[in-house]
């Protein structure tokens, strides 16, 4: 039963991103803070949360 779903770079590092987003409640993060604990770089994680 491997692959039943596949999910692109994009799609999982938007389902992190919102993640990170959430458990932080009000406090606001930066890009780059969630590029670094994504191991992303911050030009594509910008990019994929436009």
């Known amino acids: 039963m491997a692959n039943i779903f596949h999910m692109s770079e994009m799609v999982s590092l938007a389902l992190?991103?919102?993640?990170i987003i959430a458990a932080r409640g009000e406090e606001l993060i930066s890009a780059k803070e969630i590029a670094d604990q994504l191991g992303a770089s911050r030009a594509h994680l910008t990019k994929t949360l436009q």
């Open 16 to 19: 992190h991103s919102i993640i």
